[in-house]
């Protein structure tokens, strides 16, 4: 299990938790540590941000990468400061923790996209994708790299006799969910059988842990097609990127411009701010993009003031940053909706 912690200005990676001083809260009430866990999507964000925030504040973000289902339940348990999960938290989970330490704010930090990749030698153009093929790749139905389907969609691409290897998140994962939730919209046999989930009944294929696994099992297995957040693949050069088919019939290949667009699509955003971006209108949409949340309790008794500089910070100076590391910026409108649910968070 990684943590990210900034150190002095310098985000480390470390096995166990260590601190730069003080437990939390140094002389005189002052928050300088503060604690959470959860999504691999938004890891290399989160360490860039830990550094420039302990720079800015001098205060520490301790970030372990668990995956959103971790970061949700210990956020529930009150064994972090805050989660983050690329899936919004549902009722269920809601209800539990309306239970444990209630009620729980939803803010949105950044967007990306989640693309498949795949390990094929001999083909260098990259391929495409629709949204049925792929859910019937996951699905079992389309075995082989040269089903007909696949080819026709690829045209002039010497597709070979190979049998694809479907690697996913074998942990409870917000990147399977926003995967699983683009698959749901764009097939009524994969949202019939499976449906989408943080960690859905997978029909076929071998599982990894967090982003890196999965990146990491395509990369070793000749004849491999699995799912990774953007960045994930942009950083491991023996992986392939495949475009996607969006709603308007375009072929997209997930980057800062196609996942800004989909996230311009995005309209009627719910007073809670849990939405999908999934399967967006636009041309230049891409399809699969997601946004990763932080999830925390409204009732923060000796937080609530650090929580919301850092909430503030994040949402503001903090996406400066996003840009860099292929996230998508929050749009403005998000933002003030942002600001406005600070004040739900109090002592």
């Known amino acids: 299990m990684k943590r990210l912690i900034a150190c002095g200005g310098v985000a480390l990676m470390s096995i166990s938790l260590l601190g730069c001083g003080g437990a939390g809260s140094s002389g005189g009430g002052k ?113 082989k790299w040269n089903d007909p389907a696949i080819a026709k969609i690829n045209e002039g691409v010497a597709l070979p006799d190979l049998a694809i290897s479907v690697a996913h998140r074998s942990d409870a994962s917000g990147t399977s969910y926003i995967w699983t939730d683009y698959l749901s919209k764009v097939s009524t046999e994969w949202k019939e059988k499976v449906g989408n989930s943080t960690e859905p009944k997978w029909p076929v294929g071998a599982g990894a842990p967090k982003n890196p696994g999965v990146a990491q099992l395509v990369s070793s297995t000749k004849g491999a097609l699995g799912y990774v957040e953007l960045i994930y693949a942009e950083q491991n050069p023996n992986l392939k990127i495949g475009a996607v088919q969006n709603k308007a019939g375009e072929f997209v290949t997930a980057s800062l411009e196609s996942v800004t667009a989909a ?32 999830v925390l309790y409204t009732k923060q008794p000796e937080k609530a003031a650090a929580l919301k500089d850092l909430i503030h910070w994040l949402t503001h100076e903090g996406q400066e940053y996003a840009k860099g590391l292929h996230y998508a910026r929050l749009p403005k409108e998000m933002v003030d909706q942002v600001d406005k649910k600070m004040e739900l968070i109090k002592p």
């Open 31 to 143: 928050v300088d540590r503060l604690s959470g866990a959860g999504s691999s999507f938004v890891e290399p964000m989160m360490k860039k941000w830990a550094g420039e925030y302990n720079k800015a504040k001098s205060v520490e973000i301790d970030y372990t990468s668990s995956g959103s289902g971790n970061g949700v339940t210990q956020m529930i348990e009150k064994r972090n400061d805050f989660g983050c999960t690329d899936a919004p938290m549902n009722d269920e989970q809601l209800d539990k923790a309306r239970k444990a330490g209630g009620d729980v704010v939803h803010v949105p930090l950044v967007m990306g996209g989640v693309v498949p990749i795949y390990n094929l030698t001999g083909v260098d153009k990259p391929l495409r994708f629709t949204g049925p093929v792929l859910a019937d790749i996951f699905l079992g139905k389309i075995k």
């Open 263 to 294: 996230a311009a699509g995005l309209k009627d955003v719910p007073p809670d701010l849990r939405f999908s971006l999934t399967d967006p209108d636009g041309k230049d949409s891409y399809p699969i993009a997601g946004t990763v949340w932080m």
